[in-house]
């Protein structure tokens, strides 16, 4: 049996956590995954079954936190090879003061309680990796943006850059650290692709405000490739812009994704109905309005290979996918 490592995997009950617990399991690690949704914290429950004839033991647990308090699942982190943190409210809601300041307070408790966690550990784990999202750039209109770019000011590249700087005060100074700055990642089940593709099966897949703003996507296996690229290469540090080499604009993405799913048309949605219907909805009108074009230089210039660089072979192997689920 191959020897396991142990990952601690704060925030990792949503999709992207799920679908690296099931990815880096079979690859020989032991996923602990820091959750609020258990019942105490005292419950430490299996989230995986082993594959039948396998001889990798269940490798995710599942252990209460409040995402915000140091408390008894620290332990956890005494002693792991890594801890990955994705913990945050989702920026998918409704830009209310309210909604915003949550979003804010649950980046910058999390990585606060991680960071006293860390920092009682005899052996704290030598490697931190940290979510973030390329909205830190802001609205860039058709710039080229990489991980040099200057972060922009309004929200949410705000709550991405004062999320990082939280990190940046809370990291041991002897730890590996690397920040994910995420663009929208595209998976067959959960995420944005789903809600984009049914929409674009009723005939409403056509641009949204005057399209040209830019979107910057992610495979979701790519981006599970992305994190084991990091934990396997000891020289893997600093910010990586987690993104396909191929960011294409709202008007092009929408083609594409009609001409995947043999979608004959897409009625358009001015501006003004992005903004009520997201509203009405509980979302953010402009994350679908505004976009970043950033593109994964260091990633590319350190070695790592998109399995999915380009969207049409993307789009139509998620979409085969869901098909045929």
Known sequence: MAHHRKLVLA??????????????TPEGWDCVVLSRHANSEAVVEPVL????????????????????????????????????????????????????Q???????????????????????????????????????????????????????ASV???????????????????????GVVLDNKLGALPRLAGLARRG?????????????WLHVHDLVRVVEWILDHPQAQGVYNVCAPEPHTNAEFQRVLRHTLGARFGLPAPAPLVRIGAWLLGSDANLAL????????????????????????????LLKARATR
Request: glycine letters at 12%.
């Open 160 to 182: 991405c850059s004062a999320w990082e700087a939280e990190l940046a005060a809370n990291a041991l100074g002897e730890q590996r650290v690397a920040v994910l700055r995420i």
């Open 290 to 317: 505004q976009g970043c074009r950033a593109v994964p230089r260091r990633l590319q210039e350190q070695g790592f290979e998109f399995a999915y660089p380009a969207l049409p072979a993307a789009l139509s192997a």
């Open 102 to 156: 949550q979003v804010l307070r649950s980046r910058l408790d999390s990585v606060g309680a991680l960071g006293a966690a860390v920092a009682a550990c005899d052996r704290p784990p030598p490697l931190w990796v940290q979510a973030s999202a390329v909205g830190i750039y802001g609205d860039t209109g058709d710039a080229v943006v990489d991980e040099s770019t200057p972060v922009g000011a309004p929200y949410p």
């Open 204 to 216: 409403l897949g056509g641009r949204a405000g005057n399209g040209r703003q830019w979107l910057s």
């Open 49 to 100: 079954q082993p594959t039948p004839g396998s001889d990798i033991v269940p490798g995710g647990r599942e252990v209460y936190w409040d995402a915000a308090t140091f408390g008894s699942w620290g332990e956890e982190l005494e002693g792991a090879d890594a801890l990955i943190n994705l913990a945050g409210r989702s920026i998918d809601c409704r830009p209310t003061a309210r909604n915003r």
């Open 11 to 24: 925030g990792g009950s949503g999709f992207l956590g799920q679908a690296l617990v099931h990815y880096l």
